[in-house]
């Protein structure tokens, strides 16, 4: 009987470890201030100063425009577990439902006024209405999206993501042009092959 005690209890708390462990999912955690490129002894400032975003606001945009600081463009990042991204929206842009699936996003909005939102797992929308000098928050892993709903005016803002590789998914791009069968997304959206064609072919163009 004790045996069945023992055993029932290490089970439970063998789950519970691994429950607590993918609840706090993250960037690993480093065991030096910061990572130096490999065979390299020693850095100064410029390794910690990331300049190409400069210039970015006086240059034009047709189109919603992310300019990204992660641990690809900015490789001190590595192990800091923390990203940024600019995000500039000409007049009646959008940026198209996407997710990180490693980050939760921490949105300001610098100018303009935005329409945000995101979508739970139990389908349910939030959404808002931002001005410049509001805070929205993406929780992490779940399809969000951003709309420049004034047609005069841009807008801009900054996220920051709690990630230094937030692993970015674009939906319309993964859905439709990941190689997924025609008459798969045909039957998935209950239409047929010759509109998923079509949309197919809006979402490819540049």
């Known amino acids: 009987m004790a ?8 089970l439970l708390l063998i789950f ?31 390794y ?20 990204k600081a992660t641990k690809a463009e ?26 990180h699936s490693r980050a939760t996003g921490l949105f300001l909005l610098l100018e303009g006024v935005l329409e945000v939102g995101f979508v739970d797992t139990k389908d349910v929308l939030y959404t808002q209405r931002l001005k410049a000098g509001d805070i929205f928050l993406f929780p992490k892993g779940l399809q969000h999206y951003q709309y420049n709903y004034d047609h005069n005016k841009k807008a801009v803002g900054v996220a920051a993501l709690g990630s230094a590789s937030p692993g970015t998914v674009s939906l319309p791009s993964s859905i439709f042009n990941s190689g997924i069968s025609e008459l798969v997304l045909a039957k998935s959206f209950k239409t047929d092959v010759k509109t998923i064609k079509r949309i197919k072919t809006a979402t490819t163009t540049p």
Not at 49 to 64: E, H, L, N, S, W
Not at 83 to 95: K, R, T
Request: include cysteine.
């Open 3 to 10: 045996w069945i005690f023992t055993k029932s209890t290490l």
């Open 48 to 67: 910690f100063t990331y300049t190409a975003m400069r210039g970015i606001f006086q240059k034009p945009v047709d189109k919603c425009t992310t300019t």
């Open 16 to 46: 519970k470890i691994f429950i607590s462990r993918t609840a706090v999912a993250s960037d690993p955690d480093i065991l030096s201030d910061f990572i130096a490129p490999e065979k390299q002894i020693s850095v100064d400032a410029n």
């Open 74 to 99: 900015f490789p001190v990042l590595n192990g800091q577990g923390v990203s940024l991204a600019v995000l500039q929206f000409p007049p009646g842009s959008v940026n198209p439902p996407h997710y």
